[in-house]
């Protein structure tokens, strides 16, 4: 199928940007490029680096990004990886950084990618094809206590060790397969009364992506290199789907704008840490009510900013 994803908080983040028309720009989570065809459509005499670790996403944005000729490069790459790929292409700075971390809507509706809980397809899961683990993998090689883990620290579920028991029970008659599989599975270890409101698979879906594709991990690990990437006044837009990540960028953000350790009481600083920026966005910027009409998918997106001081 086609590559579709539905650009959430598209205008307030291209917005948030300040794009100038000779500034180079990083999209860290490519997608379909809808983030990336707004930016580029500023720009003039710069350039902009797509970088996504699908292979469909790299495709589907190099067609969409055609009539930019030149001004843009697309690298299949993990965003945790983008400082050093851009020194590969001799940049060392950038104006500008996007990461819309949410699942792609070609990735939930592509059912064979196995990301959905809606279609009957092999657990997969995997955002980079290129990798070894999947969730086919989580499922049936880890132990109870860390899928127990995942499932209630990931997907935040109340029945995660019933779950989890379940899932192990399960496996000792043969492996789990598809996702239908896990969807009985899922469906039998939650009371029917409790099941009311929504999919019951829905978190377990999600902490079981999470783990396959160490969501958390790279996002965690990567924002202050991410950071120390901008040059002086530059901005990174970061849009978060669950609180889980938005507290990440939320903490990281708070960080780098007051990172001194002294205690509250000491009359100066002595720790020496120095300011990198200042937080844009002291409250998320929200989806318009028109934009969730249009895409109920957006409803729990959050978009935070912060900007790059003129020095550390």
């Known amino acids: 199928m086609d590559f579709k994803h539905y650009s959430v908080l598209l205008e307030e983040t291209v ?3 300040h794009v100038k028309p000779d500034g180079i720009y990083a999209d860290g989570t490519l997608g379909g490029g809808g983030h990336a065809f707004a930016v580029c459509s500023r720009l003039d005499g710069g350039h902009f680096y797509g970088i996504d670790q699908d292979d469909a996403a790299i495709a589907a944005a ?10 843009v490069t697309l690298l299949r790459n993990n965003y945790c990886n983008m400082k050093a790929a851009l020194a590969e292409k001799g940049v060392t700075a950038v104006d500008g950084i996007v990461l819309d971390l949410g699942v792609s ?3 939930l509706d592509t059912g064979e990618r196995g990301f959905s809980y809606r279609f009957d397809a092999p657990l997969d899961m995997r955002m980079d094809r290129r990798q070894a683990l999947t969730a086919r993998d989580i499922v049936n090689g880890y132990s109870e206590g860390e899928l127990y883990r995942i499932i209630r620290d990931y997907g935040e579920e109340r029945f995660a060790a019933n779950i989890a028991g379940h899932i192990v029970r399960a496996r000792q008659d043969k492996p789990v397969e598809t996702t239908f599989e896990l969807n009985e599975i899922i469906k039998g270890a939650i009371p029917a009364k409790m099941r009311r409101n929504g999919h019951p698979s829905k978190q377990t879906f999600q902490a079981i992506r999470i783990e396959c594709n160490k969501e958390l991990e790279v996002l965690r690990q990567s924002l202050d290199e991410l950071i120390g990437l901008l040059a002086p006044e530059g901005r990174i837009c970061v849009i978060t789907f669950h609180s889980l990540e938005d507290r990440i960028v939320k ?26 920026g200042r937080v ?5 910027i929200l989806p318009s009510t028109e934009e969730i009409e249009q895409n109920s998918r957006s409803k729990s997106a959050k978009l935070r900013v912060f900007e790059r001081g003129q020095e550390d």
Not at 64 to 69: D, E, H, K, Q, S
Not at 254 to 264: A, I, L, S, V, W
Not at 280 to 284: D, L, Q, R, S, V
């Open 15 to 17: 917005e948030q940007l």
């Open 62 to 71: 190099g067609e969409r990004l055609a009539p930019f000729g030149d001004r």
């Open 105 to 107: 809507s070609y990735q």
């Open 251 to 276: 903490t990281c953000f708070k960080r780098n704008e007051d990172p001194c350790t002294c205690p509250p009481g000491f009359p100066v600083c002595v720790c020496g840490k120095k300011s990198r």
């Open 280 to 284: 844009i966005t002291k409250k998320p």
